[in-house]
């Protein structure tokens, strides 16, 4: 972001050359939310910069262009038109200019759908996929709420069409309910095994589903479920959320479709810090846990917050603000650096206990989460672990038309899950 940043009384005064920032009501901007409350000038100057809004528009072309994250699957037509609808770094002019797009799609689906399923489905994806980026990275305002409760609504109406449809559960928790995406093969015999797919930060379970369906013709399931503090989960991130997910595999284990020996999990980025959790703490009930970018320590450190997560630029703008709204009290960057470090495994003593077999799959390039971490996963614990390192990759392991997150799915993740969930080829 081009402009000065003036601390004065700990409050922080950004003049763009765009657009004012202004921080209350629908106003809120996404760039500005990043400087809100840092805990000193040295932070400050310190971070990295974010993108401007122009800068933002040229990134998201090119990820379109290039099948890169989270514009994986969109058209660029499709962003462009968008984006020329787009003027200021207003969140609900952002998600007001994708589900125009969106909003077409959504009709020209709704009115196939009766003589040909087939490309209402597809006309249902496109629209979700362009009202799902319309509330990224988060919906905090009214315009990217509206734009994610649309985005479900496609979603869930390409998941009917499908040829083998997807079941949506509610399971109670905790005066509440986890809602997840249950989706068994076909003509196999005997209960199959069933994988928990986590999102990540600002994936949802949506994007899972649509994944996982791949895995399907190998005769296993899956149950796509949001993280903590995203989506619909029913509770905010902290140091006891992974609870969310055993209360999942508690109900797993009543679903006589399901082999309950054969239960693994696969988590990516911040899911995979509770997939990795979950390889410790329930590790007697899981057959295989994949982490993907699995953060667990040094991603935790103030250090790493001030200097690396602050402006990161592999992450296309936002980073910190999606943090902060999947925690209960997160307001500031100073709120950020309390919290943190109480989310690390090693302060919460579970680094080196006995974990399930696992995956960790982590690129040497990774911005976003520190090697490190990957590695002290695979140093540690009772049994041994595998790993798939890209030293050109960044997170996940992403490489740009080389490695790109259908290729490591496609190729990495399928055959260690049907390979260490004993799967058998459906029919």
Not at 80 to 100: L, P, Q, Y
Not at 243 to 261: A, N
Not at 310 to 329: D, K
């Amino acid at each position: 972001m081009s402009g000065q940043l003036n601390i004065k009384n700990r409050s922080i005064k950004v003049r763009n050359n765009m657009s004012a920032v202004k921080t209350s009501g629908r106003r809120i901007a996404f760039l500005g939310l990043v400087f809100c409350l840092a805990f000193s000038s040295a932070a400050i100057r310190a971070q990295q910069k974010e993108r401007t809004l122009d800068e933002i528009k040229a990134e998201a072309i090119k990820r379109a262009e290039n099948g890169m994250y989270p514009l994986i699957g969109l058209d660029p037509a499709d962003v462009r038109e968008a984006f020329s609808k787009i003027n200021s770094t207003d969140n609900d002019e952002w998600a007001a200019g994708f589900s125009a797009v969106a909003d077409r799609y959504l009709a020209q689906a709704k009115a196939a759908e009766a003589s040909d399923p087939a490309k209402a489905s597809a006309l249902y994806v496109r629209a979700w996929r362009l009202y799902s980026f319309g509330r990224w990275p988060v919906p905090v305002s009214a315009g990217k709420k509206r734009a994610y409760a649309k985005a479900l609504e496609a979603f869930l109406a390409h998941a009917r069409l499908q040829e083998n449809p997807l079941e949506v559960v509610h399971i109670p928790f905790e005066g509440s309910e986890i809602i997840g995406y249950l989706r068994l093969p076909k003509n196999v015999k005997g209960p199959v095994p069933v994988v928990i797919a986590i999102s990540g930060l600002d994936s949802r379970k949506e994007d899972l589903s649509e994944n996982f369906g791949a895995i399907l013709p190998f005769g296993i399931g899956f149950i796509g479920i949001d993280s903590p503090g995203t989506g619909q989960a029913p509770i905010k991130a902290s140091e006891t959320s992974e609870r969310m997910f055993s209360r999942v595999i508690d109900y797993l284990q009543t679903r006589p479709e399901v082999d309950k020996t054969r239960i693994g999990v696969d988590g990516q980025s911040f899911g995979a810090y509770w997939a990795t959790k979950l390889a410790i703490i329930e590790h007697a009930r899981l057959k295989g846990v994949i982490a993907q970018s699995p953060l667990a320590d040094a991603t935790f450190q103030k250090d790493f917050l001030v200097n690396k997560t602050l402006g990161n630029r592999e992450y296309l703008f936002g980073l910190v603000p999606a943090l902060m709204s999947i925690y209960e009290g997160a307001n500031s960057i100073e709120d950020l650096s309390v919290i943190f470090p109480k989310m690390s495994l090693v302060k919460q003593g579970l680094i080196g206990k006995p974990t399930s077999p696992m995956l960790i799959i982590a690129g040497a390039l990774d911005t976003q989460v520190p090697i490190s971490d990957a590695y002290m996963i695979l140093s540690s614990g009772d049994v041994p672990k595998e790993a798939w390192i890209n030293p050109q990759g960044g997170h996940l392991g992403r490489q740009v038309k080389v490695w790109p997150d259908p290729v490591i799915f496609k190729q990495v993740i399928i055959p260690w899950l049907v390979r260490n969930l004993n799967a058998q080829t459906a029919q």
